[in-house]
């Protein structure tokens, strides 16, 4: 079992910038790929970006690609997603996930936080 636990979220004004963070207990965060994604009210929940285990291999959405950089630090079982140039359509709750195998844009992820909310203002 892993527990995901999001933080760093906040209000932000359009072109700023916030760094989320994920730390992992239970299990050493190494051995899982790990995705962020989000989901906006009312929508439904959409990939942002994945790392592979060793952090060699990354996907971003179209929607990020430029603004948004995923990092890992498998010593401190942690993972960031640094935001920049941020735009009111970013707005959602953003959720890390975990998965024992290769990284996916798909839902199919193993383990999930709770939720942090990043809200965008113009």
């Known amino acids: 079992q892993v527990q995901l636990v999001e933080s760093g979220g906040g209000l932000v004004q359009a072109g700023g910038s916030l760094r989320l963070s994920c730390a992992a207990s239970g299990r050493t965060l190494g051995s899982y790929a790990m995705a962020w994604f989000r989901q906006a009210p009312g929508k439904e929940r959409v990939f942002v970006v994945a790392?592979?285990?060793?952090?060699?291999?990354?996907i971003y959405a179209d929607s990020v690609k430029g603004r948004f950089t995923i990092s890992r630090d498998n010593a401190k079982n942690t993972v960031y997603l640094q935001m920049n140039s941020l735009k009111p359509e970013d707005t959602a709750v953003y959720y890390c996930?975990?998965?024992?195998?290769?990284?996916?844009?798909?839902?199919?992820?193993?383990?999930w936080g709770q939720g942090t909310q990043v809200t965008v203002s113009s």
């Open positions: 996930a975990a998965r024992a195998g290769t990284v996916t844009s798909t839902l199919q992820y193993d383990y």
């Open positions: 790392i592979n285990r060793s952090g060699g291999y990354i």
